[in-house]
């Protein structure tokens, strides 16, 4: 057999192993590499998330916290696995684009990802301590510039959504206010709710469990709409600090290099997922926005993704961002 021939068979077969390897898959449970502390609001939604694609797949999705250097050790840790797919990797905007801007990463966020499923965003929600005197944002930002020097602003850690938007807000403000990173947004809620720092700007799935049982206070909403889990709180446009907009989004990833079918089959177990109204439901309650259908394919993620680095990493460059 003539060698060009040859290397046409080979190929064929290598694709038909491909389509047949989809077609068993999976076979045996399924990692879901969380890069975050358990009981953040990554792992929230990763636990919702596993629980239905379960089901969906056939087998247990086990969901894996694998924590450490802002999220890029657990990324890294699916960047670099066998693209057979079973290690999924999934994160946010800290973990799958600012991190790429402040870590020397052994991993390219987009070369050695393949593109799953966009799930979830959700805006920041401004919060402070209830001790802080101010009631809404206007007043909020007039005592922010009054007392500067003496005001904390907690984040979840070095290169974090947190960090990145206390840097913006301090930039939009005119103001220069101590910075304190923790290991995670948990433990930084916990901070402002016993009074310790007094303010951070949070995922609405950390905050609004904490503002709902009034033991912190929101001013403000990051984005262009109210959130429909919480309308009583106003938008940034509204409150008096227009524009300053910050959409924490989630996505899933796996290894690059995994065949197509694979990806396919777990888009659709995410994609049957997001119709679940329960699932539905329970991200709501997060303040979670599920994307239309249309928006759920692996490539409007990759564009998003890609999108999403182009906008941030000369911002957190120019404002010279490192890690700890």
Do not use: C
Request: charged residues 15%; aromatic residues 6%.
């Amino acid at each position: 057999m003539p060698s060009k021939f040859r290397v046409v068979a080979a190929l064929a077969f290598l694709g038909t192993a491909s389509a047949a390897h989809a077609q068993g898959y999976p076979v045996h449970a399924v990692s879901l590499v969380v890069p975050y502390a358990a009981g953040g609001p990554t792992d929230t939604i990763a636990r919702i998330m596993a629980a239905r694609m379960s089901p969906a797949l056939g087998q247990t999705v086990v969901v894996e916290n694998t924590t450490g250097a802002g999220g890029s050790i657990g990324v890294g840790k699916v960047a670099r696995a066998a693209p057979d797919g079973y290690a999924l990797s999934i994160g946010n905007t800290g973990s799958h684009v600012f991190n790429g801007a402040i870590y020397q990463l052994s991993y390219d966020l987009l070369k050695d990802l393949e593109p799953v499923a966009l799930i979830a965003s959700n805006p920041q929600i401004i919060v402070s301590k209830n001790a802080v005197p101010a009631k809404d944002l206007k007043g909020l930002l007039a005592w922010v510039k009054s007392n500067q020097d003496k005001i904390s602003l907690g984040t979840g850690g070095a290169g974090t959504a947190a960090h990145i938007s206390g840097v913006y807000f301090q930039k939009v403000t005119g103001t220069q206010l101590q910075l304190i990173h923790y290991r995670g947004a948990a433990p930084a809620m916990q901070d402002i709710i016993a009074g310790y720092i007094d303010l951070t700007l949070d995922q609405a799935a950390n905050s609004l469990p904490q503002i709902r049982a009034g033991k912190i206070r929101p001013y403000a909403v990051t984005s262009k709409s109210r959130l429909e889990a919480a309308p009583e709180i106003p938008t940034v446009d509204e409150a008096g600090l227009p524009g300053f907009y910050m959409a924490v989004w989630h996505g899933i990833w796996l290894p690059a290099g995994t065949p197509k079918a694979v990806v396919a089959r777990l888009n659709d177990a995410v994609v049957e997922t997001l119709a679940d109204p329960g699932v539905r439901k329970r991200l709501a309650d997060l303040g979670q926005e599920i994307p239309q259908r249309d928006q759920q394919s692996p490539a409007v993620l990759g564009a998003y993704h890609k999108a999403e680095i182009e906008k941030w990493w000369p911002l957190i460059k120019q404002a010279g961002i490192k890690a700890d």
